[in-house]
């Protein structure tokens, strides 16, 4: 056995019992959008309550999933197998009685979260008490330590401080190794704009393969935070926008400002660039427009695109099978990804299929 995450498996083999729902987190607002994906891509399960960040599907008898099931959800974050709710009048009696749920299982590693992100409970605390309660059900160092690939992990959901829900994981992609699917990162103060961690959140998650030396171009570059992420990846930038950029980038080797909206830049300034970052704050289909007039124009083609589409409202989520039909047509394979760190958008990572060539450049037509 060479994959190390399945010889860790082996050690911790999944409980027993698999659970008859499956948890979903999501953002705040999401949890309508999150049902209609789950009934494109999932039909098979059926929808049961839903709080705000927490959707429940039911698993129907004739689906077991397997261990490190990671559909394309879009909105989840992470996806929990629920085991039952625990209650209690005191942290140490919820986290008694969670563990009792739980059965006698040995774990890799702990997850706590709220479900909503607005409350304010103790998770120190409560991961505190149920490391307690489950005494050798985990080791020390792998309680201490940060999640990887292959690990068993316990969940645990605190809808208040007197009632959990808990269940479990086999931690598989990026997020699923980060409590609640939450980026554990905050936006470091030298940053220049949340679109800094944005795309942090999205090199680390999707996994983005981008590489020092190759050259991107921008569409809605102001004030900064993206391109200064992507100078950090050691690319040459070019940031479009009518609004000016930071001053911390202005100045930058490496970096160039094109001042206009992306739909006055000639064509033919869009060859040469390896990867299009799109984040305008415009309708996703104003948006679609600008990225398709970049990926292709004559003699351009580049290998990816990352896109943020923000939802002016949810009911908005709909269009999104139609909108990753249109990278399709472009000849880019998509992806998308509601992320953590954003707010009413979905993140798309696109990559051009192999069979995608890029475009000859057209002749101008003589006189
Ligand atoms: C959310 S901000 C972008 C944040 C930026 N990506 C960062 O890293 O800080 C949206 C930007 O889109 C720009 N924008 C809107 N429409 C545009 C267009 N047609 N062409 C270029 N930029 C546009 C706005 O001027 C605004 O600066």
Redesign the pocket.
Known sequence: MSDPAAIRRADSPAPARRGDFLLAACQGGAEAALCERQRLVLPKLAKGAWRRGLVTFRLPPDFDPPDDFAPDLVYARTLVRCLGQATGSTTAAVAGQAVELLGGQSWDSIHVWNRDPRADHDIGGIRAAIVTALGAGITAAKAAAKTRPGDLVLDCVVDTAERWWVGWHRAATPQSCWPGGNYPLALPADK??R??LKLDEAIASFPIPLVAGTRAV??????????QRLLEEGLEVVG????LVDQRLAGRPRFEQWRM???DVRLKEFRGFDWVVS????DPK?ALE?IGRVVTAPGAGPRGIIATLKLPDWSRASALPGWLGQFQSWGYAPLARQLSTGGREVCVLAIRKRSARRRPARRRPAG
């Open positions: 220049i704009s679109a800094w921008e569409l809605g570059a102001a004030p900064g935070g993206a391109c479009i926008d009518p609004a909206r992306a739909r984040d305008m704050n415009i104003s600008s």
